[in-house]
């Protein structure tokens, strides 16, 4: 699959228009819940907010037609959209446009740093690239004019980013760089817990930075793409000793984490914690799930097994709006399995993905289940973003299967739009 840059240009335009007619601004009525509140604040996000009036759009000419069981929900991919009036005007229209030609300033300069790497490492990162574009999750979020944009036009440029650089063997010089955006977001909204996600990448990121080089984790690698080879075999009754090893401790862990989980909320939700600048939001998290008199938050904790959330964190990484649309089961499955089917391919080729990349993923897969483990509330996709480009790596292996899936996507989608119904 060759990608030429105007490919990137027009699957940018395609996929940003089909999500505006697919999706109404209603859809998502977080927007309107917090915009009276970024109107009240006192630097230059409020501005920006108080120029737009976007809040004026939210008239309630659109509403949610959902599925007669939960069944059906999932088999069809939820409900679909029904207005009797598009929420359209000029400023919704500028707003849309600026946010669209920041995705493609950034993408266009990111392709064009491709071209500084050698010809296979340009392929992988250009399929990356177009796929990424492709993805419906990637434009249903960017494009959304709310407040959690600010961390996820850094965020998914952090990641594309420690891509390019891991190529070029570059880890640490591109980071001080990197801090400064964050900075200044951050600065301007100090309450929103994407921050705690930042950290959380930062984090993982200097990990990998010192264990890549490891002999133990090169030699575990090698085992790991040993034991993936054998699966793509169709080799199941195969296994590596280390594999079953690191299975069983995951295992453990989360089961031990999961017994701990309300002990846990408990310690965090202390009132010692609530006056500290940056555990104060996780202390208020946490002592609303704790608070059995909480009902509402604290039901939640059981409600739902590890394997449900995580299974709807991927399904949200694909597509899930706020109301509940998504794609159907078939359209779910096929989308998957290009996936893992990618993920295999990758892991199980020793020079053609940095290991770096690898392990920068395992470290994050792990860190997330370990955090969905003990905070449900953490359980949306809007916090993980930063899944996005490793995805679309991973089906860059598995072209056909991925751009078939996608195709039958936006075809659900458009049938769901509320131009047509």
Known sequence: ????????????????????????????????NHYWLIMELDNWIGSIARFFRLDKLFT????????????????????????????????????FLILLSLIILFFLIFNKLIYQLKDNQRIILKKTLFLLLLLPSTNYFLLMLHADNLYNFLILPFIMFSFYFSFQEIYIKF?????IPFFLVFNSRREDNQFYIVLLLLASYLVTYFLHNRKFIIKLFKNLSQQFILFLSFKFQTYKKIFIFLTLSLIIIIIYLLN?????????????????PI???????????????????????????????????LQGLILTTTWGVKPSIFTTFLFISSIIIGFLRCYSFDEVVPLFIKLF?????????????????????KYWLFFLPFLSLFMSFTPRLSMISMGLIYLELVFKSPWLN
Request: proline residues 5%; hydrophobic residues 45%.
């Open 279 to 313: 555990t104060g939001n996780i202390q208020k998290i946490a002592e609303g799930y704790s608070n059995e008199e909480n009902f509402l938050y604290f039901e939640t904790i059981d409600k739902y097994p590890l394997y449900i959330r995580l299974f709807g964190l």
């Open 260 to 276: 701990l989980r309300l002990q846990i909320l408990t310690g965090l939700g202390a009132d010692s914690l609530a006056s500290a």
């Open 361 to 381: 993923f395992l470290i994050l897969l792990l860190s997330t289940v370990i955090i969905i483990s003990i905070f449900p509330f953490f359980s949306y996709a």
């Open 60 to 95: 309630g000419t659109c509403s949610y037609s959902e599925p007669s069981s939960l069944i059906n929900n999932y088999i069809t991919g939820g409900g679909f959209f029904r207005c009797t009036s598009f929420p359209i005007s000029i400023n919704y229209i500028a707003a």
């Open 1 to 32: 699959m060759k990608v030429k840059t105007i490919y990137l240009i027009n699957t940018i335009i395609l996929g940003s228009f089909l999500r505006f007619i697919i999706i109404p601004i209603e859809d998502y009525p977080d927007i309107k």
């Open 175 to 179: 980071i001080p760089i990197s801090l």
